[in-house]
């Protein structure tokens, strides 16, 4: 059973950058051809797809974040992470990492990352 | 970009009836649609995918059907694990998208 976690600092200040990684077990980062995507959700609001990466390390980012997001894998690690640059508090939200073909089926619990000073 | 249109925003349903929720698409994408439930404090289950295939272990009461623009979510008898907040997905045009939510709650 694949389970992906998420982790970094809950608590980023305004201008800087937002780094979260996301650990895969249960399977290897490098087997199949899944896509490994970032997905964030203000509270009580909808979700809002950031940008997701293949393993081959062709990205894909929503261009309403693309000048800020960067995400990157680590097949070592079995990880891939992501990086948001000049956060504001409309960053702030839950941040879900995930797999999948088009479609993720598998998710992490998910991270809350407040952006204050 | 593809802007996906969720109704109701709230849906109030007796356990046993049937519920039915609509996802609109600004254009088409065929059927390139899934369907998730979120309860809360926890992430998004796939329900389905393909606009009409069940994901692995979801039960047979979830269905969906549609093409093209117009999508339909039915959960043929609402049983009390079922409250929850329900979201489509396009994955025909990036940035894929989600539409903004149908809350399902108990009438």
Do not use: H
């Not at chain 1, 964030?40 to 800020?68: C, D, F, H, M, V």
């Not at chain 1, 990086?83 to 088009?102: K, P």
């Not at chain 2, 390139?32 to 809360?40: D, I, M, R, T």
């Amino acid at each position: 059973q694949v389970q992906l976690q998420e982790s970094g600092p809950g608590l980023v200040k305004p201008s800087q950058t937002l780094s979260l990684t996301c650990t895969v077990s249960g399977g290897s980062i490098s087997s199949g051809s899944y896509y490994w995507s970032w997905i964030r959700q203000p509270a009580g609001k909808g979700l809002e797809w950031i940008g997701r990466i293949y393993i081959s390390g062709s990205t894909k980012y929503n261009p309403s974040l693309k000048s800020r997001v960067t995400i990157s894998v680590d097949t070592s690690k079995n990880q891939f992470s992501l990086r948001l640059s000049s956060v504001t508090a409309a960053d702030t939200a839950v941040y879900y990492c995930a797999r999948g073909l088009l479609w993720p089926d598998y998710w992490g619990q998910g991270t809350l990352v407040t952006v204050s000073s | 970009e593809i802007l996906m249109t969720q109704s109701p925003a709230t849906l109030s349903v007796s356990p046993g009836e049937r519920a039915t929720l609509s996802c609109r698409a600004s254009q088409s994408v065929y059927t390139n649609l899934a369907w998730y439930q979120q309860k809360p404090g926890q992430a998004p289950r796939l329900l389905i995918y393909g606009a009409s295939t069940r994901a692995t272990g979801i039960p047979a009461r979830f269905s969906g059907s549609g093409s093209g623009t117009e999508f339909t979510l039915t959960i043929s008898s609402l049983q009390s694990e079922d409250f929850a907040v329900y979201y489509c997905q396009q994955y025909n045009n990036w940035p894929w998208a989600f539409g903004q939510g149908t809350k399902v709650e108990i009438k």
